[in-house]
């Protein structure tokens, strides 16, 4: 009842046409739909005919919904439009056929049938008193109170009379595989077997007790089951074969009277397999698959092979065939089920822990002890196995190790055991790592100090070794250096130097699994493509164990449960080629792991067999995997609902225009699985569809006024998105100046205006050519005037430029004669003191007398002038200006544009560090350092202590679901959020408010 259940004694259940489940209580009916329960009574459903159900149908055809029967016997249609009331009908005469519910009326015992399309439809008035369901003939049979027994099939009409027998009143009928049939009478037990005619009476057995209800029976490969056979024993389940009637045992019966019946014992799953209940076990085509220890009342199974049972007192419980198996913790098995070592030996499994190595057999679940000692590796060698723990001994026959004398270390821990494609063995150990080649000696030296705990060998010669806490070692496989060729650590891109696995794919690249960093990839070359830790979205910052399963899905083990990815997508992400995480599927306590927390730490913590199991070691035992079992999930379609919250919207889904805000929750029936269930979203017009991951809440602000469609469709993690999507229809209302009609009157007004410009316009156009024509010609009259007085301006400056000419050739011929007796003395005499200063002079006369002839004859103008001086600014250089890098880191603080950018992110859970970073225009490293310097805590610390004081400032400010608040500040879920407040404020966030309500009142 926790969990949303109105009653714990739920008397039937059902599955829809849509896979919703259906539990009929003595308080309403339920519906579940993987996520959440709704519960239909008398008070949120008026029509209701009362509260206390006692079956619940699949209803027939494509009308969707239930079929009900109240206690009274009372039968009734719930669906989406609400409950319809159809007829009366005794209890355990009622029975799903062809697309019909067949039931048989109380008081007149007519036989009915009600589908959606025709209704109810009455067949033969004889007094029916028997029905039931042939589904290995197909066929209903029906019995009545003079003994006739009938059947229909779906091409039938009416009721065809299958044969009469001289008895009483017939209370239950059951058929077998070979067209075997039971009748039950109210005092006898009719077995029919078939011949040439027919059916011939094969035993006929007397009842010690009038039967006074009608009886469920079924075929099993025991005999006839009776659900609720009346003896001296009581009410309950009894076996009969041939003249034999057998009570089967049901516990917690208080007296002889006391009802112990299964309500339904036999169920058809949706691939046709046959399950029976006889009350405490149920079976499957003969098999038992589950024994219980209470009486199971009613059970069914839905399309992902899950098995829900009602019991009295217990609500219901969810049996499922789980992709996950636990061995080894019950008694007798593993002395201690704390193991660390896992490894294939032929057919078995080696465990090893602490204490001791086992020994187990997958086909027969045997386990077999072979040593009582502590085990970390196991290595298969010449005479036996080598054992690996506190030093190494040579396992010979179970129970008597052989220590190794030679052994360098011999009291150290020893890791790992390897031998390479040359035969050599090697030893990781706290001692560093040694080697022996062959079967000679080891070695005595290390060949490296580090310890060494896993190991890998690739096709280019390299061997590869992870050790804790100096990175990864790279030897090559010819022997011939002591030192490693390279040291792959932090420096070279490795997020972490602890490491605790290794995995070689198939291109050449190898996955690093590390102790508290993720998950990294090297290239072929053993260069590191990229890194990927829990910031990212992975599931765990541990990576144990990683094995790759036929499908190509990577499985990681784990400190917090085991997981899985495809390996195409992980590698795309960590090469840089995509930029969307890749979807990792988590399985934890829900899908049959005893504890989540996974060991490892030594060189084989995990393997796989030839059957294409997954074995891992486990706080609680040896885990085993099946990962067909987990596609089976992934096979399933969804079925998308949506919920509107908002309290203002009206019946027709209208938003009023002051309320413009949509609220939807988001719902995938989804009985398997629920909380690997991914949504996204798009609205009418867009071509991007946006993704919300797991969250089940939108939250829509400021719509734009008009009629919208939003489209959201749903899947499980790693499966392609479905193209049909679940479609919601709203309307957003218009404020006064959104309206459209005041957008066709401002539009039609502006065209007005628009044709009165083009009519001004046009005037205007028509007097400014008039005008133009007229300075036209103007400008001719002008310009022939000008080419005029150009004639003549020409003519004088011909004139006067031959003019200055003529003098200059003149001044200069007798400057020369004047001058030329001075210029060529070269004595200096008192007289002529100042000779140099004349002839200088002398000098630049004569060139200046020379430019001016130069100048007259160029005939060059101003207009030359005018462009060289144009031509020589442009050609200097511009000036520029030095775009500064300064943000204004003066004038604003770090923090604030850190709060700044995660509050404008507050509602996207994937902001993260590196965003945050290139937001702010910094690396993530300067980001680290400069937060650390003024806060002393992280990037990531920070970005979850704002969102958090954003949640309790709207957790005090505001009545909003904690849910809701959860995801609107960017946490991935309710649970999260609740552990860091809880963490923060002492107490849950319901608890907090709670106490702030009490405090203010």
């Given at each position: 009842?926790?969990?949303?259940?109105p009653?714990?004694?739920?008397?039937?259940?059902a599955l829809?046409?849509?896979?919703?489940?259906w539990?009929?209580t003595?308080?309403?009916?339920?519906?579940?739909?993987?996520?959440?329960?709704?519960?239909?009574?008398?008070?949120?459903?008026?029509?209701l005919?009362?509260?206390r159900?006692?079956?619940v149908?699949?209803?027939?055809g494509?009308?969707?919904?239930?079929?009900?029967?109240?206690?009274?016997?009372r039968i009734?249609?719930?669906?989406?439009?609400?409950?319809q009331?159809?007829?009366?009908?005794?209890l355990?005469?009622?029975v799903?056929?062809?697309?019909?519910l067949?039931?048989?009326?109380?008081?007149?015992?007519?036989l009915?049938?009600?589908?959606?399309?025709?209704?109810?439809?009455?067949?033969?008035?004889?007094?029916?008193?028997a029905?039931a369901?042939?589904h290995y003939?197909?066929?209903?049979?029906i019995?009545?109170a003079?003994?006739r027994?009938?059947?229909?099939?779906?091409?039938d009409?009416q009721?065809?009379?299958l044969?009469?027998?001289?008895?009483d009143?017939?209370?239950?009928?059951?058929?077998?595989?070979?067209?075997?049939?039971l009748?039950v009478?109210a005092?006898?037990?009719?077995?029919?077997g078939?011949?040439?005619?027919?059916?011939t009476?094969v035993h006929?057995?007397?009842?010690?007790?009038l039967?006074p209800?009608?009886i469920?029976?079924?075929?099993t490969?025991?005999?006839?089951l009776l659900a609720?056979?009346?003896?001296?024993?009581?009410?309950?389940?009894?076996?009969v074969?041939?003249?034999?009637?057998?009570?089967?045992p049901?516990?917690?019966?208080?007296?002889?009277?006391?009802?112990?019946?299964?309500v339904?014992i036999?169920?058809i799953d949706?691939?046709g397999?046959r399950w029976i209940?006889d009350?405490?076990?149920?079976w499957?085509?003969?098999l038992?698959?589950?024994?219980?220890?209470?009486?199971?009342?009613?059970?069914?199974?839905?399309?992902?092979?899950q098995?829900?049972l009602?019991?009295?007192?217990?609500?219901?419980?969810?049996?499922?065939?789980?992709?996950?198996?636990m061995?080894?913790?019950?008694p007798?098995?593993?002395?201690?089920?704390n193991?660390?070592f896992?490894?294939?030996?032929?057919?078995?499994i080696?465990?090893?822990?602490?204490?001791?190595?086992?020994?187990?057999e997958?086909?027969?679940g045997?386990?077999?002890r072979?040593?009582?000692?502590?085990?970390?590796?196991?290595?298969?060698?010449?005479?036996?196995?080598?054992i690996?723990?506190?030093?190494?001994?040579?396992?010979?026959q179970?129970?008597?190790?052989?220590?190794?004398?030679?052994?360098p270390?011999?009291?150290?821990e020893?890791?790992?055991?390897?031998?390479?494609?040359?035969g050599?063995?090697?030893?990781?150990?706290?001692?560093?790592?040694?080697?022996?080649?062959?079967?000679?000696s080891?070695?005595q030296q290390?060949?490296?100090?580090?310890?060494?705990?896993?190991?890998?060998?690739?096709?280019?010669?390299?061997?590869?070794?992870?050790?804790?806490?100096?990175?990864?070692?790279?030897?090559?496989?010819?022997?011939?250096?002591?030192s490693?060729?390279?040291?792959i650590?932090?420096e070279?891109?490795?997020?972490s130097?602890?490491?605790?696995?290794?995995?070689?794919?198939?291109d050449?690249?190898?996955?690093?699994?590390t102790e508290?960093a993720?998950i990294?990839?090297?290239?072929?070359?053993l260069?590191v493509?990229?890194?990927?830790?829990?910031?990212?979205?992975?599931?765990?910052?541990?990576?144990?164990y990683l094995?790759?399963?036929?499908?190509?899905?990577?499985?990681v083990?784990?400190?917090?449960?085991?997981y899985?990815?495809?390996?195409?997508?992980?590698?795309?992400?960590?090469?840089?080629?995509?930029?969307?995480?890749p979807?990792?599927y988590?399985?934890g306590?829900?899908?049959?792991?005893?504890?989540?927390?996974?060991?490892?730490g030594v060189?084989r913590?995990?393997?796989?067999?030839?059957d294409?199991r997954?074995?891992f070691?486990?706080?609680?035992?040896?885990?085993?995997?099946?990962?067909?079992v987990g596609?089976?999930?992934e096979?399933q379609?969804l079925?998308?609902q949506?919920?509107?919250?908002?309290?203002?919207?009206?019946?027709?889904?209208?938003?009023?225009?002051?309320?413009?805000?949509?609220?939807?929750?988001?719902?995938?029936?989804?009985?398997a699985e629920p909380?690997?269930?991914?949504f996204r979203?798009?609205?009418?017009g867009e071509?991007?569809?946006n993704?919300?991951?797991?969250?089940?809440?939108?939250?829509?602000?400021?719509?734009?006024?008009?009629?919208?469609?939003?489209?959201?469709?749903?899947?499980?993690?790693?499966t392609?998105w479905?193209?049909?999507?679940?479609?919601?229809?709203f309307?957003?209302?218009?404020r006064?100046?959104?309206h459209?009609?005041?957008?066709?009157?401002?539009?039609f007004?502006?065209?007005?205006l628009?044709?009165?410009?083009?009519?001004?316009?046009q005037?205007?156009?028509?007097r400014?050519?008039?005008e133009i024509?007229?300075r036209?010609?103007?400008?001719?009259?002008a310009?022939e005037?000008?080419s005029?007085?150009s004639?003549?301006?020409?003519?004088?400056?011909i004139?006067?430029r031959?003019?200055?000419?003529?003098?200059?050739?003149?001044?200069?011929?007798a400057?020369?004669?004047?001058?030329?007796p001075l210029?060529?003395q070269?004595?200096?005499t008192?007289?002529?003191r100042?000779?140099?200063?004349?002839?200088?002079?002398?000098?630049?006369?004569?060139?200046?007398?020379?430019?001016?002839g130069?100048?007259?004859?160029?005939?060059q103008?101003?207009?030359?002038?005018a462009?060289?001086?144009?031509?020589?600014q442009?050609e200097?250089?511009?000036?520029?200006?030095?775009?500064?890098d300064?943000?204004?880191?003066?004038?604003?603080?770090?923090?604030a544009?850190?709060?700044?950018?995660?509050l404008?992110?507050?509602?996207d859970?994937?902001f993260?560090?590196?965003?945050?970073?290139?937001?702010?225009?910094?690396s993530?490293s300067?980001?680290?350092?400069?937060?650390k310097?003024?806060?002393?805590?992280?990037?990531?610390?920070?970005?979850?202590?704002?969102?958090?004081?954003?949640?309790?400032?709207?957790?005090?400010?505001?009545d909003?679901?904690v849910s809701?608040?959860?995801?609107?500040?960017g946490?991935?879920?309710?649970s999260?959020?609740s552990r860091?407040?809880n963490?923060k404020?002492?107490?849950?966030?319901?608890?907090?408010?709670?106490?702030?309500?009490?405090?203010?009142?």
């Amino acid at each position: 009842m926790d969990e949303g259940l109105p009653a714990e004694n739920v008397s039937g259940l059902a599955l829809d046409r849509s896979n919703q489940l259906w539990l009929a209580t003595y308080d309403g009916l339920v519906r579940y739909q993987g996520f959440d329960f709704q519960h239909f009574n008398r008070a949120n459903t008026p029509e209701l005919a009362g509260n206390r159900f006692a079956r619940v149908f699949s209803a027939p055809g494509d009308v969707g919904g239930v079929m009900v029967q109240l206690e009274d016997g009372r039968i009734g249609h719930l669906g989406e439009n609400g409950y319809q009331v159809l007829s009366a009908a005794d209890l355990d005469r009622a029975v799903p056929f062809n697309d019909k519910l067949w039931f048989i009326c109380s008081g007149r015992r007519l036989l009915r049938s009600w589908d959606p399309d025709s209704g109810i439809s009455t067949y033969d008035a004889a007094p029916f008193s028997a029905i039931a369901t042939d589904h290995y003939g197909e066929r209903l049979l029906i019995g009545t109170a003079d003994g006739r027994v009938f059947e229909l099939t779906d091409a039938d009409d009416q009721p065809r009379l299958l044969l009469h027998i001289d008895s009483d009143r017939l209370v239950g009928l059951a058929s077998g595989p070979e067209a075997e049939l039971l009748v039950v009478a109210a005092q006898s037990l009719l077995q029919f077997g078939p011949s040439d005619g027919g059916l011939t009476l094969v035993h006929r057995l007397d009842l010690d007790q009038l039967q006074p209800r009608p009886i469920r029976a079924a075929w099993t490969e025991r005999g006839w089951l009776l659900a609720n056979l009346f003896s001296s024993t009581g009410f309950g389940p009894h076996m009969v074969s041939g003249s034999l009637v057998t009570p089967l045992p049901v516990p917690h019966a208080t007296s002889p009277t006391a009802d112990r019946s299964p309500v339904r014992i036999e169920w058809i799953d949706s691939v046709g397999r046959r399950w029976i209940n006889d009350g405490l076990n149920l079976w499957r085509d003969g098999l038992l698959k589950y024994r219980a220890e209470e009486r199971i009342v009613d059970f069914v199974v839905d399309p992902f092979d899950q098995i829900w049972l009602a019991q009295p007192r217990s609500g219901v419980r969810l049996l499922k065939q789980t992709a996950i198996e636990m061995h080894g913790a019950s008694p007798g098995e593993l002395a201690d089920p704390n193991i660390t070592f896992v490894s294939t030996l032929d057919d078995a499994i080696l465990v090893g822990s602490w204490v001791e190595l086992a020994q187990f057999e997958p086909a027969t679940g045997r386990w077999t002890r072979l040593l009582d000692r502590a085990i970390r590796d196991v290595l298969p060698d010449s005479t036996g196995l080598l054992i690996a723990g506190h030093g190494l001994c040579l396992l010979e026959q179970p129970g008597s190790c052989r220590p190794i004398d030679d052994f360098p270390v011999p009291t150290d821990e020893v890791l790992l055991l390897h031998r390479d494609l040359e035969g050599v063995v090697w030893a990781g150990t706290d001692a560093g790592l040694f080697r022996r080649a062959g079967d000679s000696s080891w070695q005595q030296q290390a060949v490296h100090s580090a310890t060494v705990r896993t190991a890998l060998e690739d096709d280019a010669g390299r061997l590869i070794f992870g050790t804790n806490g100096h990175g990864l070692l790279v030897y090559r496989r010819d022997h011939g250096s002591t030192s490693p060729d390279r040291v792959i650590g932090l420096e070279q891109g490795l997020s972490s130097e602890f490491v605790r696995s290794l995995l070689h794919l198939d291109d050449g690249s190898v996955l690093v699994g590390t102790e508290d960093a993720g998950i990294c990839l090297l290239d072929s070359g053993l260069n590191v493509d990229g890194c990927i830790s829990q910031t990212a979205g992975l599931p765990h910052h541990s990576a144990h164990y990683l094995i790759l399963d036929d499908d190509n899905r990577l499985w990681v083990n784990t400190n917090g449960g085991i997981y899985w990815v495809d390996v195409d997508a992980l590698q795309a992400f960590l090469r840089g080629s995509v930029s969307i995480t890749p979807d990792f599927y988590r399985l934890g306590q829900r899908h049959g792991l005893t504890s989540i927390e996974g060991n490892g730490g030594v060189y084989r913590a995990g393997a796989r067999t030839a059957d294409g199991r997954i074995w891992f070691p486990n706080q609680m035992g040896l885990v085993s995997i099946r990962p067909l079992v987990g596609r089976s999930v992934e096979q399933q379609s969804l079925a998308t609902q949506l919920r509107v919250l908002n309290p203002a919207a009206d019946e027709s889904l209208h938003l009023s225009r002051h309320a413009r805000h949509l609220e939807v929750e988001l719902t995938a029936i989804a009985l398997a699985e629920p909380e690997n269930v991914q949504f996204r979203y798009r609205f009418s017009g867009e071509e991007a569809w946006n993704e919300v991951g797991h969250r089940r809440n939108l939250n829509f602000r400021d719509l734009k006024p008009g009629r919208h469609t939003l489209e959201v469709s749903s899947r499980y993690v790693n499966t392609p998105w479905p193209d049909a999507a679940q479609t919601l229809s709203f309307s957003a209302g218009y404020r006064l100046h959104e309206h459209p009609l005041l957008h066709g009157f401002g539009a039609f007004a502006g065209l007005l205006l628009m044709f009165a410009f083009w009519r001004v316009g046009q005037l205007r156009e028509r007097r400014l050519e008039e005008e133009i024509q007229d300075r036209s010609r103007r400008l001719t009259i002008a310009t022939e005037q000008v080419s005029s007085l150009s004639d003549a301006f020409r003519k004088v400056d011909i004139q006067h430029r031959t003019a200055l000419q003529a003098v200059s050739r003149e001044l200069k011929s007798a400057l020369s004669a004047a001058m030329e007796p001075l210029m060529q003395q070269t004595k200096r005499t008192k007289k002529l003191r100042n000779l140099d200063v004349v002839q200088a002079r002398t000098r630049t006369l004569e060139a200046m007398l020379e430019q001016v002839g130069t100048f007259t004859d160029s005939g060059q103008g101003s207009e030359e002038v005018a462009d060289n001086a144009a031509l020589t600014q442009s050609e200097q250089p511009e000036a520029r200006i030095a775009q500064g890098d300064d943000r204004g880191s003066d004038e604003v603080s770090l923090l604030a544009q850190i709060r700044l950018e995660v509050l404008l992110h507050l509602a996207d859970p994937d902001f993260s560090v590196d965003r945050l970073a290139h937001r702010l225009g910094m690396s993530r490293s300067v980001l680290y350092r400069q937060i650390k310097e003024f806060t002393q805590s992280s990037p990531a610390e920070l970005i979850r202590e704002i969102r958090l004081e954003e949640a309790i400032n709207q957790l005090r400010e505001t009545d909003h679901q904690v849910s809701c608040i959860a995801y609107a500040t960017g946490f991935r879920s309710v649970s999260a959020f609740s552990r860091v407040f809880n963490r923060k404020m002492g107490m849950s966030p319901r608890q907090w408010r709670q106490q702030l309500a009490e405090q203010g009142s």
